[in-house]
């Protein structure tokens, strides 16, 4: 078992431009959580999924940002039109609910 | 919304020293968990203590649960310089984890 697999490691996008982020959950897990971390900072929850359905988008900010976890492949985070302010870490989680989680290493987005 | 609030935000100690984090919340939880996290990685699942549960071991980690006073310890003992690194709890809300900002700790050899 390969564990969260997300991808890429790190990314480097241009104010403006559109960024993706992928996770893979671990093999077994249909649930799967979007987190992001400022330098210095916490984890701060930004969206929950299940397999084609959307459970708690309360953390995602109302524009630009949108999250998928189709039926097939892995789940998307995208951010569209980068600002300097989206420079974080993005990590995944997945569970099969109600135990602990299991993290990928998290994608590094700068924008530049 | 952030729910856990670890105390202290740093802590530094001798190794061999014993480590003692706090965390207070907020709202009522199916579970709690604490994790670490080293410097530029993923975090790690340390340990998951349920509502109704009150103290629970892990080799070195001893975690407690107080419902009542919403709060949680992280105790490491004998510490390495290898925990090095920083710890956050996260309580499980049902629908998805909150966690607090995290207590840095350095372990000196």
């Not at chain 1, 995208?78 to 099969?96: E, H, M, T």
């Not at chain 1, 135990?99 to 924008?111: A, I, K, M, P, Q």
């Not at chain 2, 103290?55 to 090095?84: F, P, Q, W």
Request: charged share 25%; with cysteine; proline share 4%.
């Amino acid at each position: 078992n390969a564990g969260v697999m997300q991808n890429p490691r790190h990314l480097v996008r241009r104010r403006g431009q559109e960024a993706r982020l992928r996770c893979s959950p671990m093999k077994g897990h249909s649930h799967v959580y979007w987190y992001r971390q400022l330098p210095e900072e916490g984890l701060k929850f930004m969206v929950y999924l299940q397999k084609e359905n959307i459970i708690d988008e309360s953390g995602m900010p109302k524009e630009r940002f949108s999250a998928e976890f189709p039926k097939e492949g892995p789940s998307i985070l995208r951010i569209q039109q980068v600002v300097r302010g989206d420079s974080a870490a993005y990590f995944c989680a997945s569970s099969p609910y109600g135990e602990g989680y299991t993290f990928g290493s998290g994608t590094r987005l700068t924008v530049v | 919304s952030q729910q856990g609030e670890e105390d202290p935000q740093a802590l530094s100690i001798q190794e061999g020293e014993n480590a003692t984090m706090n965390c207070s919340y907020k709202t009522s939880i199916n579970n709690l968990q604490w994790y670490r996290q080293n410097s530029g990685r993923g975090l790690v699942h340390l340990i998951l203590i349920r509502s109704n549960e009150r103290e629970k071991h892990s080799g070195r980690l001893r975690v407690t649960l107080d419902t009542s006073k919403k709060s949680s310890s992280l105790l490491i003992t004998a510490s390495r310089a290898a925990d090095t690194a920083s710890y956050f709890c996260a309580t499980d809300l049902g629908n998805d984890m909150r966690f607090g900002a995290g207590t840095r700790l350095t372990v000196k050899p």
